[in-house]
Structures are given as C-alpha cells and as structure tokens.
C-alpha cells in the first residue's frame, strides 16, 4: 500500500471525528416569551430566577412556569433558523465555529485534549451526537430519586424530542458484529440501559432535523415565562437577615449583548428560588464567581467570600472515549450514534460513519470540524508553535487530499463512570471565560483496565464476520491501530513505535465524547434536592451535580432532571 494512501486514511480522522453530535428542529416555535435581552429592564422581579437555558434548564423552567412567574436567562441564542445546528448533516460546523455568536465556546483541559461547551438555548442538546437513553434502574436508585417520577419524566421529554433510527448498512454490521463477538443479548429498540447490544433513541427526526432542549420549552405556560437571550450573568446576590444567618440569594446581576447592566430580583416569598443550571463548567463557575468555593481560591481572585465551600469545583470527571477508524472499500451512510454494546466490564461500544466527513452543505470549503486546523488545532504542534504559517499549510494540505480517503467509519468506545476526577479552577473574574479544568483521564487503573478492553471488543468486531465486506482485507488490527495512534486527535505527546501497548494507545488517543460532569455534587455541594449547602434559597440542577455519567449518554438523563426537579419544587411550594 503506498504512503499516499495511508497519508489520505490518516487525514480522514481529523475530519471525521468531530461527527458525533450537534443540530435543533427545522421550523422555529413562535416563543412569545422568548427576546433579546437588549429589550429587558434594568430591574425586575420573578418567583424563580433561572441560570442558563440548557439541557436541564428548558425543561426545569417550562414546568415551573405554570404555576410561577419565572425568568429564565440563557448567555447564547436560539438554536432556530441555524442549519448548522438544526440539520444532521452539518454536524460539526458549530465545533469549529470561533465567532463571537457561535453556539459552541471552545476550551482545552489541562490534560491537552479539545473540548467544547454550548453557548445557546438548549445547551448542550444543540450539540451532540444526538443518542438518547435512559439511566439505569440501578443509577436512579443510587440517586435516590422517586422512580415512578422518573419514568413520567422521561416520557414527558421523549414525546418532543426523542425518535426511532433507521439503520443502515454500517450500523446494522457493527451491531451485528457486537452480537457475533459475545455482547449479548440483543436488546432491540429500546430507551432503557440493558446489558448486551440494543438500538437507542436519536434526538434526530426521520428528515435529519435536530429536537433539543429548547423544544421543551413549548409546554411552558407563555404568561408565566420569560426567557432571555444573549443574557451572561455576572454573579447571584446574597444577604444576610441576621447576624447568625446563612447567606441567602435573592437576585442576579446580567448583562445583555451590548454590555448593559441588569438586575432581577426574587420576589417575596419564602419559597422563591435562583436555580443554577448553568453546566458542568458554568455552574461551579457562576459559584465561584458569586463567592462559593474556596476561600484561598476566591481571595486570589479578590472576590469577597460568601461562603467557604472548598469542594466547588471538585470532582470533575469527563469520560475519555477512544476510537479506530476503519477505512471502508464501498460507502457507508452518513450516521451518527445509534447502536450501542453496553458491557459487562464496563465499557460501551458505539459507531458513527459517513461518505464524507469533511464537507458542508452550507459551505463551498471543507470543514474539518473540531479538530480544523482552520482553527489553530494542529495536534502535532505545541500551541506555542501554531502559527499563522503553520495553520496556513495544514489547511492547504488537507485541502488538497482526495475525496476516498474520508470513506469509511469509526467504532469507539466510552468507559463508564469514570473513576478518576479532577478538579475545576477560575482564570478570570470574567464570566465569558473559561475556567481552567482538569480531568485527569486514566488517572485510576481501572478507567485505563476497561478502555484496553473496550478497544480489544473492537477489534474483534472489526475481524468480525459480520463487518467484512466494511474492511480492506489486507488491513490488520494492529495497522489500523497504529494509524489511528499517529492521527491528529488531542495535544497530548505521543509514543511512535511499531507494536503499540493498548494502554499507550488509550492515553495518546483519548477523546471528549462531551460528557463532562461534576463540580457541584450532590452531598459535597447540593443536599439531595439539589440545595447548595450552607446556603439559602439558591440550587443547582444540572450534570455538574453527578457523580458519574447516567447511561450510555447523559442528555436523555439531564433533561428529565430539569422535568422531575420541577415537578417536585412545585409540590413543595403548592404543600402536597
């Protein structure tokens, strides 16, 4: 096989990987709640203030709103009217979308592996792969949630925005091939979380359009809800009533598009609420920023100290996935996550697949997504060393690569939990900033233990019956790993040797799959129902109160809680 041929296999991976996940549906709900927040007043007063209108956000504020006046605050804008966000097939044109307006907000972790947070109504829903599946029993249980709740919560969601996928040749070969290599049983079409191999649900509908989060939004009563858009809040309001007292919230400071100040108050009432659903990095963020955390931390910063809670921002956890891609002798669909082999050691096998991985239809160019070196991520190079000149023949490179050589697909795996945590720190005073975060991947042996065996149950698939006709029979395992090693995917140093240890392989190549959790967790910074402790009328209710990631995908999950959560601060104020 000629080395040219190998250098258009080996490009494909820097194009392909960024299609695991964003879109919105196609038409946009007539909101009548929904403005800028340039039109909203300098002050005014709700029930319930709500911090970011994400995944759990939406549904949260939706189902308070009927029977409270509610203000929900959302620092980005509306997924509607965005192809890049509303259909499937410009998946990743958000990613590498570093506009002022961009639904995404790109970071990279200590660690040196690229990431992404949303910026947009909807969150995080507006931009990911789009599987959709429940908890486990065993998590709901671990959680001590009302399980009859969670199912009526669940189904709520899943009328709007979850769907039944088609497979096509490719996904039906690797569920095929999960089932020929001992991932058993098949489990059919199905939301639940069951060991062996099942078809999950899909935020995407039968013509390709994105269903989010925001979608929730149309069962919210229109007189009880505002939302605004393009609304960053700056900190939450406390006082004391006491000289003993607990700090109480009792309001926000935003500022709009054009930079003006605004202020909501709560209303009186003693059971009127701030809610914080700001997200894993924003929620421990907008704490912090507010005067909950560590002291030493805040000090440093010089933000006055509210209250000593030096386990904001701990345990942050991002569950590392790793991937092979397969270069494929005849086309496969374009696909994102449908199938999913849940384990018995602890690891899920997933595919995604496509013709072309690097081109948009709403662009004359190739878009190479996340990891674009249009965007300054050239994973061979140290970031100091990125330069103009550098991005500059990157671009022209990949620019020049022939067509065949993105025909094919990948198989990946995510380990669950995980294990190893970090932590989550502020850079700035500014709320536009990202924090600077540690994830620690692999840090504990058995993450690293269950990703060597997740990449062992893919090569099996690989040289599966079932996957034949999708594999160059003059490809090995150990070749296709070894390309995959050498490919641009994070910043991390790489081990470049013939004969690659899987344990190397999963430290080089690891991945985001985007479902980062942690910081404000339950027991350590919330009480069971999501209360900040030491605190008073303030919450959080969002990924960054787990543990460890629910399911094979959180979103499903993160969704219901903004729906239970609601429900259940609605019995506490109406006493039943």
């Known amino acids: 096989m000629s080395l040219g041929w190998w250098r258009l296999v080996y490009a494909a991976f820097a194009g392909f990987l960024l299609f695991h996940g964003f879109s919105t549906s196609e038409n946009a709900p007539n909101y009548s709640f929904m403005h800028n927040a340039t039109s909203a007043p300098f002050l005014s007063y709700y029930d319930y203030i709500v911090v970011g209108g994400g995944t759990a956000g939406c549904p949260l504020a939706a189902t308070l709103s009927h029977r409270a006046n509610v203000l929900l605050l959302e620092r980005g804008g509306s997924p509607y009217g965005d192809p890049n966000i509303t259909k499937l097939v410009n998946f990743g044109a958000s990613l590498s979308d570093l506009s002022p307006w961009s639904p995404s907000q790109r970071f990279i972790s200590t660690d040196g592996v690229i990431n992404s947070r949303a910026c947009v109504l909807g969150g995080g829903s507006c931009l990911n792969a789009g599987f959709y599946t429940r908890a486990s029993p065993e998590y709901i249980r671990q959680a001590g949630w009302d399980g009859r709740l969670v199912n009526q919560s669940y189904e709520w969601v899943e009328k709007l925005v979850a769907f039944e996928p088609h497979l096509g040749h490719w996904q039906s070969a690797v569920r095929n091939g999960l089932l020929e290599v001992g991932v058993v049983p098949f489990n059919g079409f199905t939301f639940d979380h069951i060991n062996g191999t099942k078809v999950g649900g899909t935020i995407f509908d039968e013509q390709g359009n994105r269903h989010t989060a925001a979608d929730l939004l149309e069962y919210a009563n229109p007189r009880g809800l505002t939302v605004l858009l393009y609304a960053t809040v700056q900190k939450i309001l406390f006082r004391f009533r006491g000289r003993r007292s607990r700090p109480e919230a009792y309001g926000v400071i935003f500022r709009d598009g054009s930079g003006i100040e605004h202020r909501a108050y709560l209303k009186y009432g003693f059971k009127n609420e701030i809610i914080i659903s700001a997200g894993a990095l924003g929620s421990p963020q907008l704490l912090m920023l507010s005067g909950v955390g560590p002291v030493a931390h805040l000090r440093s910063h010089n933000i ?198 899987l344990e190397t392989f999963c430290r080089d190549t690891v991945m985001t799959i985007w479902h980062y959790h942690g910081g404000c967790q339950v027991s350590r910074v919330v009480d069971p129902d999501y209360k900040v402790l030491g605190v008073e009328a303030l919450r959080v209710i969002d990924g960054s109160t787990f543990n460890y990631s629910p399911g094979t995908n959180p979103q499903a999950t993160v969704m219901m809680l903004g729906r239970y959560m609601g429900v259940k601060i609605l019995r506490e104020r109406l006493g039943n």
């Open 304 to 501: 006055p100290v509210v209250l000593d809670q030096p386990l904001v921002g701990q345990g942050m956890c991002d569950n590392p996935m790793n991937a092979v891609f397969v270069p494929s002798p005849i086309p496969v669909e374009v696909s994102l996550i449908e199938v999913v082999g849940i384990t018995h050691f602890g690891s899920y096998i997933e595919a995604a697949s496509g013709e072309t991985f690097s081109a948009s239809v709403t662009t004359t160019s190739r878009n190479y997504g996340m990891f674009s070196p249009k965007i300054g991520q050239l994973s061979t190079v140290p970031p100091k060393q990125r330069t103009p000149e550098a991005i500059a023949r990157a671009v022209e490179y990949l620019d020049n690569l022939d067509q065949a050589a993105l025909q094919g697909g990948f198989i990946l795996e995510k380990i669950v939990g995980p294990i190893s945590t970090g932590h989550l720190e502020l850079q700035t005073r500014n709320p536009d900033d990202n924090p600077s975060v540690t994830f620690n991947y692999f840090q504990h042996p058995l993450d690293l233990q269950r990703c060597v065996q997740g990449i062992q149950t893919i090569g099996k698939i690989v040289e599966s019956e079932s996957f034949s006709k999708f594999r160059y029979d003059y490809m090995s395992w150990p070749g296709l790993v070894n390309m995959t090693e050498h490919s641009p995917i994070n910043l991390l140093p790489r081990h470049y040797n013939s004969s690659i240890p």
